[in-house]
């Protein structure tokens, strides 16, 4: 079954939602097309107006094109599964935030930072998805390497590296990825939502 076909059988909303939500997902095929900077930075632009506790904006980006040394860095972090893939994409991008918040000259737990980051994650796959590219998310990643490669500043942890493109090519993947190129489903609302209580 193509992706667009799955889309439309397997990812039916139950209840009247923008396509947006249904169509958006994380395949691993990617084009050789490259990204330029003025292409990619709406994905920013759309995460910067997510909202965030106390409008902390705790959420951090750091990025590398395909071919830059930057792409190098974030891709050597990468666990051998996710870069055999990602490897292809035209953008690699870390995601971080910062743990603490500054008030009154005292620097404070955040205990929002990660549930922020999220949204902000969201928020850019989403414009992914409108400007006709894909965002995938991998937390397979070695932390302390990639926090080594892009200078982590202290106080901030790193959650996800996210490979963006133009999905396609799905057949230079190998045989057992090409099968994963098609939308999973979701769990049903009734598991996952109760009036009054948690299920
Ligand atoms: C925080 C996070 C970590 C993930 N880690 C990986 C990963 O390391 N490798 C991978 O191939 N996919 C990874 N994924 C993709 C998920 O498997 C995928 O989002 C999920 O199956 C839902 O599918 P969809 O995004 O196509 O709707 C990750 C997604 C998220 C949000």
Request: charged share 20%; no cysteine.
């Amino acid at each position: 079954m193509t992706a667009h076909a799955a889309i439309k059988t397997i990812r039916t909303a139950d209840h009247p939602i923008h396509a947006q939500f249904t169509e958006r997902f994380s395949p691993r095929g990617f084009t050789g097309k490259t990204l330029t900077e003025a292409e990619l930075l709406p994905l920013f632009e759309a995460a910067r107006w997510a909202p965030s506790a106390s409008n902390n904006q705790p959420w951090r980006f750091a990025y590398g094109l395909r071919g830059d040394a930057a792409f190098g860095k974030i891709a050597d972090s990468l666990v051998p599964f996710n870069r055999s893939w990602a490897e292809r994409a035209a953008a690699l991008i870390a995601v971080a935030s910062r743990t603490t918040v500054e008030k009154d000259g005292k620097d404070l737990p955040n205990s929002a930072h990660s549930f922020d980051a999220g949204t902000a994650w969201g928020y850019l796959a989403l414009q992914a998805y409108h400007a006709g590219l894909v965002a995938h998310a991998m937390g397979g990643f070695e932390a302390d390497v990639l926090a080594k490669n892009l200078n982590l500043p202290e106080g901030y942890v790193l959650h996800a590296v996210i490979a963006v493109g133009e999905h396609g090519d799905i057949e230079k993947l190998p045989e057992v990825l090409q099968a994963r190129e098609v939308p999973n489903g979701r769990l049903p609302l009734a598991q996952i939502v109760a009036h009054g209580g948690f299920v």
